[in-house]
């Protein structure tokens, strides 16, 4: 499976012409950068190297040509990051906080604050959280309470267990208590970027606490409009799974009363870029009203030729007493940054809160 870190589209956000942007940017702020060898060095090669990389590369150039001590070289920095003119290129700079600061702590603590609302210091954060847990989760909890959205998220993404593109954190994986007075602050919150981050990070622990997640989830006011979408989008994974509890949480009573009608994709065969309908109808077998999840699975085949399944969110309603809808969803299967496609039959299963309901399956021809 290929990863977005390889992706040639997302590598050119780091390609020349934006290091010629940093370049020109820091030389406004620091007459004497030195652009020229700054240029030179992080060019070198730059086609073999992936966004990650990249942005590793912009870090290490400036610290190889910034003759200036770390605090002095942050205040440059500092000055830049307002000027850059791409939130995900402005990563370099806490990128070189955590690579060349976790000596001065309270400073590139500050720092960090201070970057994040110019893109993200999420990947940074984690290296002093692998340093020192205690001392930067007691920034971080107070970071939950400020009052810009962006360090309130950083909270709780940078403290993430499974952070994708980053190292997991095994301490907070053993242990989610270590965080919950991070996700309790933020349970509530306005901004919908915070709201995103909390239910990221609850559907991290779900992987390995389940129980405690949904302990944690029934104990807040859902009737609170904001705690229940965070509740939803947390406890996605356990609904997909057919999860009691989560499904109780979100309002769904248990085992659908549904029969499935009509089940089948359209059309059978396609090829690599084209797209496929599934269709089918939802007949309520059921005198009262019921509340329904519906998901599908598509069984991916690999390169070794086996497959591996992707669960995909359909629908969430109320279907009345004995009535029947009909429901379609449309994708193109076409090459993606985070998953390859490979010839071969591809099974796709529907999910009706949780359980399986119903198969049918397309083939993807060379």
């Known amino acids: 499976m290929s990863t977005t870190t390889s992706s040639p589209a997302l590598k050119e956000i ?15 702020v620091y007459p004497a950068f030195d652009a020229k060898a700054f240029l030179h060095m992080a060019n070198d090669g730059l086609a073999q190297l992936s966004v990650m990389q990249r942005m590793a590369r912009v870090s290490e150039c400036l610290h190889a040509v910034l003759p200036l001590d770390y605090e002095a070289s942050l205040e440059v920095l500092r000055a830049v990051a307002p000027r850059l003119n791409s939130m995900f290129v402005s990563m370099f700079l806490p990128h070189y ?45 107070g970071w939950a309470l400020d009052a810009n959205e962006h360090v309130r998220r950083l909270a709780s993404e940078g403290s993430r267990p499974r952070l994708p593109w980053s190292f997991h954190l095994e301490p907070i994986q053993a242990n989610p208590d270590l965080t ?28 390995q606490h389940p129980d405690w997640v949904l302990d944690r989830i029934e104990g807040w006011p859902l009737q609170d409009r904001h705690t229940a979408w965070i509740a939803r989008h947390a406890l996605r994974s356990l609904i997909k799974q057919g999860n009691l509890r989560a499904l109780g949480i979100i309002g769904v009573g248990g085992k659908a009363q549904v029969q499935v009608l009509d089940l089948q994709v359209t059309p059978a065969v396609i090829r690599l870029g084209e797209q496929v309908t599934l ?3 939802v007949q309520s077998t059921l005198e009262q009203s019921q509340r329904l999840v519906i998901d599908y699975a598509v069984d991916y085949v690999k390169a070794s030729g086996g497959t591996s ?11 009345p007493a004995r009535g029947c809808v009909n429901l379609s969803r449309s994708q193109h299967i076409r090459e993606l940054t985070t998953r390859k496609h490979y010839a071969g039959r591809h099974a796709v299963h529907l999910l009706v809160n949780g359980e399986r309901m119903g198969s049918t399956a397309f083939d993807i021809v060379p």
């Open 14 to 28: 780091f390609n020349s012409a934006r290091l010629e942007h940093i370049a020109g940017e820091m030389r406004a």
């Open 97 to 141: 906080v955590a690579s060349y600061g976790r000596h001065r702590f309270d400073v590139s603590l500050d720092a960090l604050k201070y970057f994040t609302r110019f893109g993200s210091s999420e990947f940074a954060v984690r290296h002093f959280l692998r340093d020192d847990l205690e001392r930067t989760l007691k920034v971080m909890h």
């Open 180 to 207: 919950a007075t991070i996700l309790d602050t933020l349970k509530a919150d306005d901004s919908l970027y915070v709201r995103k981050s909390v239910a990221n990070h609850l559907n991290d622990v779900t992987k």
């Open 279 to 281: 269709s089918f109808k």
């Open 309 to 319: 399944a992707k669960v995909f969110k359909l629908k969430t309603f109320d279907l």
